[in-house]
């Protein structure tokens, strides 16, 4: 979602489907007890005045699920764990 987005912002709708194309093979499947679990980890760390995104508290807590390291330039993010935060 945030590549088509990206690619789609700054190359157009053309670029941006085939960058979704081919971004096809990584989509992962997310449930209701993902979304539940990212929702109480968003209101755990807006507790801790950090602000993330729906989204990106869905994304992240998939990430988890799934072993992986989570790749973002969100600033909201860099000190959690599992976090690769690049700039």
């Known amino acids: 979602m945030e ?3 990206a690619v ?3 190359y157009g709708e053309a670029e941006a489907e085939k960058t ?3 971004a ?3 989509l992962v499947e997310f ?3 993902d979304v539940k ?3 109480k980890r968003r209101l755990q760390l807006r507790r801790k005045k950090l602000n993330l995104s729906y989204a990106d508290a869905l994304e992240y807590t998939v990430a988890v699920r799934l072993g992986l ?3 973002t330039g969100d600033e ?3 000190t959690l764990d599992n976090v690769e935060y690049v700039k």
């Open 24 to 26: 096809g093979k990584y």
């Open 3 to 5: 590549a088509y987005y």
């Open 76 to 78: 909201e993010f860099e």
């Open 37 to 39: 679990e990212a929702m």
């Open 31 to 33: 449930d209701d007890e």
């Open 8 to 10: 789609l912002k700054d």
């Open 69 to 71: 390291r989570f790749l």
């Open 20 to 22: 979704y194309s081919a």
